[in-house]
């Protein structure tokens, strides 16, 4: 019998303050991109033979993966900084032992139903309290399509939720499928079903999303085709039955890691930073273009090609920033930010209005939720609506602390962690965050960042 998750991490909570202390300075990196490391792990464990991975994301989330593949197969071990595995060759996939526990990652689980759908083997997922909440209907709708087989937990508003049993097929069946959300994890899933299925999995694409599963997929060797039709949907075509051939990866930094520090440095007076070797692949850069707009001081520097991927070096002042109207179909190419660019709001000069964010309610946690509870403890002037949130920025005015010092709830979401102890540094007398723990998923090391930034100051 498994027990119940709770809202309670096992390793146990951990509140933390953070006050005002002067400007941040310095050169940092952040840790590596946890959309490329799932990936790189995937793929790699997909491929015959030997492929080797530098700057793997070591968070909680990527663990996960590595350890569910390892359950599936895969040989996966890390000597110095490289990360080898060893893959099993699609289609190679084992039943594992025992179900399988994602923790908080809602990309593990939804990339490898993905995987299992298209094998002969019938595997269960688990997760922590939050990843329990969340939708799974997303993704197992269209992997029935294909011929998978799911179990789910049915949330008490009737969404199929984790503990998932999914029985594969194999072959499985092939399928046209127009994706109902702009979700990269959903393409991502049908991608890697499609991978092990005869024939031409096909996607289109209305909204686009990160497109890491296919630049990597045509990486690995497979044979996939990206076109954009009239309407300007992505139509994404994949040959089946496909052999990956092993890969030499290297994983940039993160862009929605380095976007705390970042906003931060825009936030704080007195602060220069740079955060190197970064991501700014277009479809995740979308915060540092609104930041941009708003009067962010932020300058590209020393722009390369790191596998396939747009990376630079950031490098930003401290600004005086402007509220403005944040257009809907930025969304997708900044949806892990919205936390933090809520922040950076808070003490912008006017409002800040977005829309066209309800996704942000299944994330994590209810993102839109939190945070306007959070900012609404330290004094910002918020209105929450369905989709989106309207700020009444300070004007660069310190936010004030928290009556009685009350702690301001994470939730088990690591970027609500980052956004409030972010935000800390810009109140009048600090503020308390109720658990810092689940940094650990995407950013081991964030609060130790922080301070060495503080510190360098000095
Ligand atoms: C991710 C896709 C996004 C994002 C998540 C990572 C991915 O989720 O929020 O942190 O690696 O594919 P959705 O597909 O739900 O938008």
New binding site residues.
């Given amino acids: 019998m498994t027990s119940k998750p709770t809202d309670q991490r096992t390793s146990g909570a951990k509140p933390a303050s953070f006050a005002p202390v002067g400007p941040l300075t310095g050169r940092v990196t952040v840790p590596g991109d946890?959309?490329i490391s799932?990936?790189s792990l995937i793929l790699s464990a997909l491929a015959i033979g030997k492929s080797e991975i530098t700057g793997l994301l070591e968070g909680e989330d990527v663990l996960a993966t590595a350890a569910a593949l390892r359950a599936m197969g895969a040989t996966i071990d890390k000597n110095d900084d490289i990360w080898t595995v060893y893959g099993v060759g699609v289609g190679g996939l084992m039943q594992p032992e025992t179900a399988i526990d994602l923790g908080n990652s809602?990309?593990s689980v939804?990339?490898l139903m993905g995987l299992v759908a298209a094998h002969d083997i019938s595997v269960t997922f688990t997760g922590d309290a939050s990843l329990s909440k969340r939708p799974m209907g997303?993704v197992t709708d269209p992997l029935s399509l294909m011929g998978a087989d799911f179990t789910a937990r049915m949330s008490v508003d009737g969404k199929a939720c984790l503990p998932l049993t999914v029985r594969g097929l194999c072959p499985a069946v092939p399928m046209e499928y127009r994706l109902p959300?702009?979700?990269?994890?959903?393409?991502?899933a049908i991608l890697l079903a499609g991978l092990n299925t005869p024939g031409v999995t096909r996607i289109i694409e209305p909204v686009p999303?990160?497109d890491?599963?296919e630049t990597m997929l045509k990486g690995f060797g497979a044979d996939i085709s990206v076109e954009v039709d009239k309407e300007g949907s992505r139509i994404i075509s994949l040959v089946g039955e496909a052999e990956l051939t092993p890969q030499t990866i290297t994983v940039p930094g993160d862009p929605?890691s380095a976007a705390f520090p970042i906003v931060a440095a825009l936030l704080v007076p007195g602060s220069d930073i740079v955060v190197e070797n970064v991501g700014i692949n277009p479809t995740r850069a979308g915060l540092f273009t609104v930041l941009q707009k708003m009067g962010g001081d932020i300058s590209f520097e020393n722009q390369r090609t790191v596998g396939g991927e747009p990376v630079a070096d950031i490098h930003v002042k401290h600004s005086k920033l402007n509220g403005m109207k944040v257009p809907p179909d930025i969304a997708?190419s900044m949806?892990?930010e919205f936390p933090i660019l809520f922040v950076a709001a808070a003490l912008a000069e006017g409002q800040t209005t977005t829309g066209g964010l309800s996704?942000l309610r299944?994330?994590e946690s209810d993102r839109l939720s939190q945070m306007a509870e959070g900012l609404g403890l330290l004094g910002v002037e918020v209105t929450e609506k369905e989709d989106g949130l309207i700020i009444t920025g300070t004007g660069g005015q310190l936010l004030t602390a928290c009556a009685d010092n009350k702690a301001i709830k994470t939730a088990l979401d690591h970027r609500i962690a980052m956004s409030f102890a972010v935000a800390g540094l810009v109140t009048n007398m600090g503020a308390t965050v109720d658990d810092m723990s689940p940094t650990e998923t995407s950013f081991p090391g964030f609060t130790d960042l922080l301070a060495i930034l503080q510190s360098a100051a000095k």
Avoid: M, N, Y
């Fill in positions: 946890k959309s799932h990936r809602g990309t939804r990339l997303r959300v702009a979700s990269a994890q959903v393409k991502s999303t990160r890491h599963s929605s997708p949806i892990d996704e299944v994330k």
